[in-house]
Nanobody
């Protein structure tokens, strides 16, 4: 089992920045893929950014050039640096990690961007 603990959400004005963190804990960590999704009530969860073991990354078009996904040396934490935030970035952000073939999700953290 893997547990994911998220932090860093909050309220920010448009144009501001936030950094989300998600730390994994568990007995056997061999994470091969990690990333962030977001969801607005009434909408499907959408991919924001992902990072693979080969360090290749993928971003939603709406966040390219503004958001950066990264990890630490031992690949048990994933970060999402969000710059130049827009009101349309308001959502609950979920981290996800693939460990030994299974997908795990965080509990979600609210990001609210005021205009």
């Amino acid at each position: 089992q893997v547990q994911l603990a998220e932090s860093g959400g909050g309220l920010v004005q448009a144009g501001g920045s936030l950094r989300l963190s998600c730390a994994a804990s568990g007995r056997r960590l061999s994470i091969t893929r990690m990333g962030w999704y977001r969801q607005v009530p009434g909408n499907e969860r959408e991919m924001v950014a992902t990072l693979s073991i080969d360090r290749s990354s993928n971003y939603a078009d709406s966040v390219k050039g503004r958001f950066t996904v990264s990890t630490n040396k031992i690949r048990n934490t994933v970060y999402l640096q969000m710059n130049n935030l827009k009101p349309e970035d308001t959502a609950v952000y979920y981290c996800t990690m693939k460990n030994l073939g299974a997908d795990y999700w965080g509990q979600g953290t609210q990001v609210t961007v005021s205009s």
